[in-house]
Every structure is written in C-alpha cells, then in structure tokens.
C-alpha cells in the first residue's frame, strides 16, 4: 500500500497548534473535516473513538512518533493526517519521550485488512531514522508529500 494514495494533503499540519495529545488529535480530525474527508456530524464521534483508543494504550511508539488510529463504521475510506509539534507533545509513548510527528489513521470497520496494510506502510516508514528526521523537519505539506513519495517509490 503506497501512503501516498490515503494521506490527505490538505491535512497535513507542520506546524500543530494544540500542546497535548487530545487537543492534537482533535486538530488532525479537524483537518480532515475541512479537507471535506469527515463530515462536521462525524468529528465529535471519530475524535472521541481515538481517544478512547488512545486510552486503551498510547500509540506513541518511541522515537518521538504516534500514530493513533481507529477503525470505525461510518468511515468509508481510508484516510491520513499527518501533524508535526515543534515543543513535543506527551502521548504516553513507550519510550516517555515526547512525539514531534503524528500520523493519525481512520480505517473502515469492515476492511481489517486494508487497516493493517496501512499500519505496515506506516510503521515501515516511520521505523526509519532518516525518514522521522525528515518528516519532522518539514516545513509544508509539499516537502511531507515529497517525502512519501519518495519513500513509496523507493518501497516498490
């Protein structure tokens, strides 16, 4: 699975606002509201079923990356936000460092295995020191989206 073909480049946030998980997470879904990928009527219920996801255990995998995500039924397809925190922002990772990039994933409830596809394109690229390094010194949406390109077609 290329990311390139489910993150949303409309939201793509290089410069958060919010300094704390649940406000970063409100602001990604809320990106994908005005890229018109979420409905108004849906965000209160996809930011309130991440959380609750994130509740169940942090998603802050070390490195200074998360990635929350939910798989939920009234999404249809799957779509990314990508958010990048200059100060860091505690998601309770696993190494209790902060998270600088965050990479918010919305599934279809019936497609588990497009979820974990998605996971594994994400994970593949994030595990890399020199794509973090990369994405977390973005300073638009073009130089993040030249990034996955760039990772996609190497992949492949």
Not at 14 to 21: D, G, V, Y
Not at 78 to 99: C, H, Q, T, Y
Not at 125 to 130: A, E, F, G, I, V
């Given at each position: 699975m290329k990311l390139m073909d489910i993150v949303v480049k409309d939201a793509i946030i290089?410069?958060?606002?919010?300094?704390?998980?649940d406000g970063v997470i409100t602001e990604l879904v809320d990106s994908l509201v005005a890229s018109g990928c979420v409905t108004e009527a849906?965000?209160?219920?996809?930011?309130?079923?991440?959380?609750r996801r994130e509740n169940k255990g942090s998603?802050?995998?070390?490195?200074?990356?998360?990635v929350p995500h939910v798989k939920h039924?009234?999404?249809?397809?799957?779509?990314?936000?990508?958010?990048?925190?200059?100060?860091?922002?505690?998601?309770?990772?696993?190494?209790?460092?902060?998270?600088?990039?965050?990479?918010l994933?919305?599934?279809?409830?019936?497609q588990p295995e497009n979820h974990l596809d998605a996971m594994e394109a994400i994970f593949s690229?994030?595990?890399?020191?020199?794509f973090r390094r990369f994405l977390?010194?973005?300073?638009?949406?073009?130089?993040?989206?030249?990034?996955?390109?760039?990772t996609d077609n190497a992949v492949r």
């Open positions: 290089t410069e958060l606002i919010a300094k704390n998980r849906q965000r209160e219920d996809f930011t309130k079923a991440i959380i998603t802050g995998f070390g490195h200074g990356v998360a039924a009234d999404i249809e397809t799957m779509r990314i936000a990508i958010g990048n925190s200059a100060d860091g922002v505690d998601f309770k990772a696993l190494d209790r460092e902060p998270v600088y990039s965050i990479v994933l919305l599934s279809p409830e019936d690229s994030l595990s890399q020191d020199t977390r010194q973005a300073n638009s949406p073009d130089d993040v989206l030249t990034l996955l390109t760039e």
